[in-house]
C-alpha cells in the first residue's frame, strides 16, 4: 500500500525556518518525482514544488523560489521541504504527493502537516 | 502561467442528480488534466488523470472529458458520499495549476 506521511510542521515566527518531511513506503521511491502542494485555511490548494526522481529536474511556484528548497534522500525513501524566510502568508497545510508515471499527475497525497507562521 | 477557471464554484444538489463541473484553461493544455476530489480536513484523492482516465478504484459514475482548453467533470447518480470539493489541475508545463474548487453541497 501506498502510503506517504508529513511530518515537521508546527508554530513558527515570521522570518524563521522549518523543514518538512515526507516519508513513503509502499511503493520504490527512487522511481517516482515527487512534489509538494500546500493549501491555505479555507483556500484552495497551490502547487509548490516537483523535484524528478534522480534530482535532475526541480521546479518551484514562483510564490516560494528563493525561499523554499525541495530535496529527496533515495536512501531513506524520504521527500523533505526546507521553508526559509517563512511569511504569515505560508501558514496552511502541507501534503507531500507523488507523480502518476508516465502523465505527471497527482495519484497519492498524504495527508499534509500544518504549518502557522504567527508572531 | 496557465490560469485554471473552474465554474461554477459551488452548486448545490441532491442525491441522484447528475453533476457537471466545467474547468478552463487559459492556453491549451492538451489532455493533461486532472481532476482531483477534497473532503473537509483530508487529503485531496486523484479521480480522473489525462482528462478521461479513472484513477483504480473510482467509480464509473464519475466520467471526464475535454481536450485543449475547455475540460468537464460529471458525476452522474450524486451519491452522499460525493458531496465534497472538487479541483481541476493542468500539468501540461510548469508552473502547475489548480483550479480554485468547486464545492458541492446538499441541496
Known amino acids: 500500500e501506498v502510503q506517504l506521511v508529513e511530518s515537521g510542521g508546527g508554530l513558527v515566527k515570521p522570518g524563521g525556518s522549518l523543514r518538512l518531511s515526507c516519508a513513503a513506503s509502499?511503493?520504490?521511491?527512487?522511481?517516482?518525482?515527487m512534489n509538494w502542494v500546500r493549501q491555505a485555511p479555507g483556500k484552495g490548494l497551490e502547487w509548490l514544488s516537483s523535484?524528478?526522481?534522480?534530482?535532475?529536474?526541480?521546479y518551484y511556484a514562483d510564490s516560494v523560489r528563493g525561499r523554499f528548497t525541495i530535496s529527496r534522500d533515495n536512501a531513506k525513501n524520504s521527500l523533505y521541504l526546507q521553508m526559509n524566510s517563512l511569511r504569515p502568508d505560508d501558514t496552511a497545510v502541507y501534503f507531500c504527493?507523488?507523480?502518476?508515471?508516465?502523465?505527471?499527475?497527482?495519484?497519492?497525497w498524504g495527508q499534509g502537516t500544518l504549518v502557522t507562521v504567527s508572531s | 502561467d496557465i490560469q485554471m477557471t473552474q465554474f461554477p464554484s459551488s452548486l448545490s444538489a441532491s442525491v441522484g442528480d447528475r453533476v457537471t463541473i466545467t474547468c478552463r484553461a487559459s492556453?491549451?493544455?492538451?489532455?493533461?488534466l486532472a481532476w482531483y476530489q477534497q473532503k473537509p480536513e483530508k487529503a485531496p484523492k486523484s479521480l480522473i488523470f489525462?482528462?478521461?482516465n479513472f484513477q483504480s478504484g473510482v467509480p464509473s459514475r464519475f466520467s471526464g472529458s475535454g481536450s485543449g482548453t475547455e475540460f468537464t467533470l460529471t458525476i452522474s447518480n450524486l451519491q452522499p458520499e460525493d458531496f465534497a470539493t472538487y479541483y481541476c489541475?493542468?500539468?501540461?508545463?510548469?508552473?502547475?495549476?489548480f483550479g480554485q474548487g468547486t464545492k458541492v453541497e446538499v441541496k
Open positions: 504527493a507523488r507523480d502518476r508515471v508516465g502523465y505527471g499527475d497527482l495519484d497519492y
Open positions: 489541475q493542468q500539468y501540461n508545463t510548469y508552473p502547475r495549476t
Open positions: 523535484m524528478s526522481s534522480r534530482s535532475s529536474f526541480i
Open positions: 509502499g511503493f520504490t521511491f527512487s522511481n517516482y518525482t
Open positions: 489525462a482528462a478521461s
Open positions: 492556453q491549451g493544455v492538451r489532455s493533461w
